[in-house]
Every structure is written in structure tokens, then in C-alpha cells.
């Protein structure tokens, strides 16, 4: 996704665009930002990894570098999909009902009986990481293998939501302020 933003501002008319592998090490990333210029904005086009919890943002703010993207609060609330039903939920909309487990800790044969499990699909997702990594889809009364959470396959996290499939079309929106500015059926 970075190099087609970094294309597309080219052919916009930007000179000095770089696209940047941010990876995981938050040094080396930090010490790259800090060797280029003073007019230094950054265009955030990551997905997933630490610029969806807030990390990169707080980097960012830190190094008092303007950049595009959420700041560290919203980035950190919309990344954890528990908190953010939570945050939701407060605010008087309808969310999936749901039950958080650990996949390292909680044997996944205690969910077979639970509702969600047995009155209908439903979905297993890691809490945070992404929209649409790790999304599982299961039909009523399947319970995922195990061997899904083996060191070898499962590479999301521990924390993990077990969800009401509800049928229907899935739309994201963009915001900006108040207003709306995009809308795009996923």
C-alpha cells in the first residue's frame, strides 16, 4: 500500500517522497525519521502492525513530527475491537454479541456450548490486528482445529474474540472531524 501512495503523490506533483519499511524496530524507524529534513510530514499508509495500536503515532508525536493518520488515542481505542464495542456500545449502538478468550491460556473446547457457538455462525478474530486479519468464519456448532493456534499457523496475538456472525453488508467510513469523506463497501 505504501509504494502506491508514494506513486500516486509523485504523480501529484510531490518531489521528496521516500516509502519507508517502519518494520518493527522502533530505533532503527526513529533514527531514520530523525536523519531526514526539518519539513519532514509523514504520510501514514501502514495497516496493521504498530501504526493501528498508536505506537507509530506516538513515535511521531514524540519526535514532533506532523503526520496523516488518527493520533494515538483514537488509533489505540479503534485497534483493540473489544474496546472499541465497548466504546460503541456506550455510545447507544447495537454490537455483535461476543466473548473474549486466550488462545494461549483458555482450551478453545470450553466455548462448544456457548450460544454463539451453537445457535449460529460465527466468527473468531484476533482482537487486534486489523480489520480482516485472522478472521475465521464457522458455521453453527463448528469448533475452529487446534492446530489453527499452533506457533506454525497462528501469528495474531493471544487475545482472541469469539462473534455473532450477523448477515449483511460490511461498509467502512472515513472521517474527518465531522464530517464524512468516504464511504466504501468493504
Not at 456500545?89 to 494461549?104: M, P, R, T, Y
Not at 482472541?160 to 450477523?166: S, V
Request: aromatic content about 8%.
Amino acid at each position: 500500500m505504501g509504494q502506491n501512495c508514494m506513486i500516486a503523490l509523485k504523480e501529484l506533483g510531490y518531489t521528496n517522497v521516500k516509502c519507508i519499511d517502519a518494520g518493527q524496530d522502533s530505533r532503527k524507524l526513529a533514527s531514520e525519521l530523525c536523519s531526514m529534513s526539518s519539513d519532514l510530514i509523514v504520510f501514514n499508509a501502514m495497516q496493521g502492525g504498530y501504526s493501528e495500536y498508536g505506537a507509530l503515532s506516538g513515535l511521531l508525536d514524540c519526535l514532533r513530527i506532523p503526520y496523516t493518520h488518527s493520533g494515538v488515542m483514537t488509533t489505540a481505542l479503534q485497534a483493540d475491537k473489544e474496546v472499541s464495542k465497548k466504546v460503541a456500545s456506550a455510545a447507544g449502538l447495537k454490537v455483535a454479541e461476543s466473548v473474549e478468550f486466550n488462545c494461549l491460556l483458555d482450551d478453545i473446547e470450553q466455548f462448544r456450548h456457548h450460544p454463539i457457538v451453537t445457535e449460529g455462525a460465527y466468527v473468531l478474530k484476533p482482537i487486534s490486528n486489523g480489520t480482516s486479519y485472522g478472521v475465521h468464519l464457522f458455521q453453527k456448532g463448528i469448533l475452529p482445529p487446534a492446530e489453527l493456534f499452533s506457533a506454525s499457523n497462528w501469528h495474531y496475538g493471544d487475545r482472541l474474540m469469539l462473534e455473532r456472525f450477523i448477515v449483511g453488508r460490511e461498509f467502512t467510513c472515513a472521517v474527518l472531524l465531522d464530517k464524512m469523506i468516504g464511504l466504501c463497501e468493504v
